[in-house]
């Protein structure tokens, strides 16, 4: 018996909700008293692969192919089940990222597993039965669900759990599955980057500003603040409806919804829409110049204040924070 768990990988390199996945499924093994084995699938560094080592994996199944490069659902689905049969695993752990939300209910069709997704915390195990936390409803609630099949696949929320390491390297072996040609039925032909900014949905802080900005031109304060943060910059639904931002910035039901550590809402009113997409943020900071808004009922720390009076504030207050550390 083991756990496996799929490290997911960006042009080669893992991100940080990889090492949060490892770290996670490390102490579902350890709750289980059995091994933790990765799976990689794509080109990899070998020495980024044993590190993993550092977070609790014993092993490291390595598959690179040619036809593997990128990312292609139907095939990565049958490489992870493939390889929980052959590691007689009986939890499959992966990040519930956007590649994940697609190899999850696969892995688990194919392994007639019961399935998790949106995980929020360690599994209750009870006789071969797990009890986990999820986020539901777009993240405006949470469910705790039973999984009671043989096999279990649980696909974590970034930014849900912490990061353990350790001094330990990990084996690596390469694994050559079976492909099918009918698992390659959909190919993506061509990525393009929306830009080089932080991603949204890996970022674990995000400046987010709405309709209380009046218009596109004064975006430039938003932009300077997420850049001293090192923050994502995201937007409300109406904004990117009107082609202030992109499309990729929208949070929300209909857009990304993101779990950070600091959201900082900047005149965005609150609308439920809005909080389904963020209100699993660690801390909220909102700042809106109606006291009544609704974004302060869910938010951490809240500033009443006209947003161009306390931006450029707080731009300052960063600035001289950053020069005195
Ligand atoms: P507003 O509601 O107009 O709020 C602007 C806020 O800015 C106000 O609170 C105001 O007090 C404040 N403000 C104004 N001037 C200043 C200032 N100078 N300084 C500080 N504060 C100021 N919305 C989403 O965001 N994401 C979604 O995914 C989404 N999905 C939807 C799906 C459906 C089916 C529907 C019906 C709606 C959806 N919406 C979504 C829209 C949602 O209901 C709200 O209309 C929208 O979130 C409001 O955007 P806003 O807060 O930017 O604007």
């Given at each position: 018996?083991?756990?496996?768990?799929?490290?997911?990988?960006?042009?080669?390199?893992?991100?940080?909700?990889?090492?949060?996945?490892?770290?996670?499924?490390?102490?579902?093994?350890?709750?289980?008293?059995?091994?933790?084995?990765?799976?990689?699938?794509?080109?990899?560094?070998?020495?980024?692969?044993?590190?993993?080592?550092?977070?609790?994996?014993?092993?490291?199944?390595?598959?690179?192919?040619?036809?593997?490069?990128?990312?292609?659902?139907?095939?990565?689905?049958?490489?992870?089940?493939?390889?929980?049969?052959?590691?007689?695993?009986?939890?499959?752990?992966?990040?519930?990222?956007?590649?994940?939300?697609?190899?999850?209910?696969?892995?688990?069709?194919?392994?007639?597993?019961?399935?998790?997704?949106?995980?929020?915390?360690?599994?209750?195990?009870?006789?071969?039965?797990?009890?986990?936390?999820?986020?539901?409803?777009?993240?405006?609630?949470?469910?705790?669900?039973?999984?009671?099949?043989?096999?279990?696949?649980?696909?974590?929320?970034?930014?849900?759990?912490?990061?353990?390491?350790s001094n330990e390297s990990a084996i690596v072996e390469n694994f050559v599955p079976a492909l099918k040609e009918s698992d390659f039925r959909t190919m993506v032909s061509e990525i393009v980057r929306a830009s080089d900014k932080i991603a949204l949905p890996d970022a674990e802080l995000v400046v987010s500003a709405g309709r209380g900005m009046k218009g596109p031109e004064n975006w430039a304060m938003i932009e300077e603040l997420a850049k001293l943060l090192g923050a994502a910059t995201a937007c409300s639904k109406p904004i990117s409806d009107a082609g202030w931002r992109p499309h990729e910035e929208h949070v929300g039901q209909t857009g990304i919804a993101v779990s950070p550590n600091l959201y900082i809402a900047i005149g965005i009113s609150g609308a439920i829409q809005h909080l389904a997409g963020v209100s699993s943020s660690k801390t909220i900071v909102v700042i809106n110049k109606d006291s009544e808004a609704p974004f302060f009922?869910?938010?951490?720390?809240?500033?009443?204040?006209?947003?161009?009076?306390?931006?450029?504030?707080?731009?300052?207050?960063?600035?001289a924070y950053k020069a005195h550390s």
């Open positions: 018996m083991s756990v496996l768990v799929y490290v997911e990988n960006t042009g080669g390199k893992f991100k940080k909700s990889t090492f949060e996945v490892v770290s996670y499924a490390a102490a579902v093994s350890k709750q289980l008293n059995t091994e933790l084995i990765a799976i990689s699938i794509g080109e990899v560094n070998p020495s980024d692969l044993s590190k993993l080592g550092n977070y609790g994996a014993k092993k490291v199944l390595n598959v690179s192919s040619d036809q593997l490069k990128s990312f292609v659902n139907q095939a990565y689905a049958s490489i992870i089940a493939e390889a929980t049969n052959k590691e007689d695993a009986s939890v499959v752990i992966l990040s519930n990222s956007f590649t994940g939300k697609g190899l999850s209910p696969r892995i688990a069709v194919k392994l007639s597993a019961g399935l998790a997704d949106g995980a929020v915390e360690l599994p209750k195990t009870d006789n071969n039965i797990f009890t986990i936390k999820r986020s539901a409803f777009s993240g405006k609630a949470f469910a705790t669900i039973e999984l009671t099949s043989a096999i279990k696949v649980i696909a974590l929320n970034p930014n849900s759990f912490q990061i353990n390491e009922k869910v938010a951490d720390y809240g500033i009443v204040g006209d947003a161009f009076d306390v931006v450029p504030k707080l731009i300052e207050a960063v600035k």
